[in-house]
């Protein structure tokens, strides 16, 4: 066969998702899939709205909250329907990763250039972190879940025993900055608004979208900035107990001389993105 022909063959999947993604209203392979994924989006909010109220409980004194994804899962499952409400919200978690892997290979067709590839690389961190969320719902709901404790601490630990565990910690940490950075580039810039159809809102709607997109994605821009600082300075130190989570970088945040005050603005920012969510689920075309 000749290599034309071994090219065209391995064409045609790519193609075919092309012509799918054109027919349907976003990027998603598919009417299923996106749909799926808005409601996945509406889950991903509300957990950020969960997570803020946790972090408020932690800044008006109330220690043993978990502001953090396995608290507000923790949260819902506990809530009469929550187990069900939370087999709904993996799946559609997952059908967006699988809507933001397509973007990533075929989509954000109204951009071009560096854009399109920043756009395209943030489809894919999006995925991770759905893909994640996902993985602790499930976690739930199989009984594997071992409760709150150290898991990041556990896993900075096995990175540390490994043969230059202290540089590939302090990689991993420059990782999460740097996504940091990127969220607060989206943020200031305002180019998530460039991933939803507001065409057909009114502009008291559209401002109102935009406000809670940029306190939210500043917020979670902090709150990450931070978890990178912990890693960075476990791989610096050597010390495994360094590192932590969203719940011990809000916690962290909460201890800084601006105390109870920023961790309470930073709920809020979590509270804004969660709310951001919901129109991002109604209004989102990549």
Do not use: N
């Amino acid at each position: 066969m000749s290599g034309g022909g071994v090219r065209d063959r391995m064409a045609r999947p790519l193609v075919h998702l092309r012509r799918k993604v054109r027919e349907g209203r976003s990027d998603a392979p598919g009417r299923v899939v996106d749909a799926l994924g808005r409601i996945g989006l509406v889950g991903y909010g509300v957990v950020h709205l969960i997570v803020a109220w946790l972090a408020l409980q932690v800044a008006f004194g109330v220690p043993d909250a978990p502001p953090d994804a396995d608290g507000a899962v923790g949260t819902i499952a506990r809530t009469p329907g929550g187990v069900f409400a939370l087999g709904i919200a993996a799946v559609g978690l997952m059908a967006f990763a699988l809507w933001q892997v397509t973007a990533a290979a075929v989509g954000f067709r109204w951009v071009s250039g560096g854009e399109r590839m920043r756009k395209r690389v943030g489809a894919v961190a999006k995925a991770i972190a759905m893909s994640g969320l996902a993985l602790i719902i499930l976690s739930y709901l199989t009984g594997m879940h071992s409760g709150r404790g150290t898991r990041v601490q556990a896993v900075a630990a096995d990175v540390l025993a490994l043969p230059a565990g202290r540089v590939l910690l302090g990689i991993a940490a420059g990782v999460v900055l740097f996504l940091a950075g990127a969220m607060t580039y989206t943020g200031v810039r305002r180019t998530f608004m460039g991933d939803l159809d507001v065409r057909r809102l009114g502009r008291g709607v559209r401002h109102t979208i935009e406000v809670v997109g940029v306190a939210g994605h500043l917020a979670r821009a902090l709150a990450l900035g931070v978890v990178g600082v912990l890693a960075g300075a476990a791989a610096l130190f050597a010390d495994p107990e360094r590192a932590g989570g969203l719940d011990a970088a809000l916690r962290t945040l909460g201890t800084t001389g601006l105390g109870a005050g920023l961790l309470a603005v930073v709920a809020i920012g979590f509270a804004a993105f969660g709310l951001f969510c919901v129109a991002d689920a109604a209004t989102r075309r990549a």
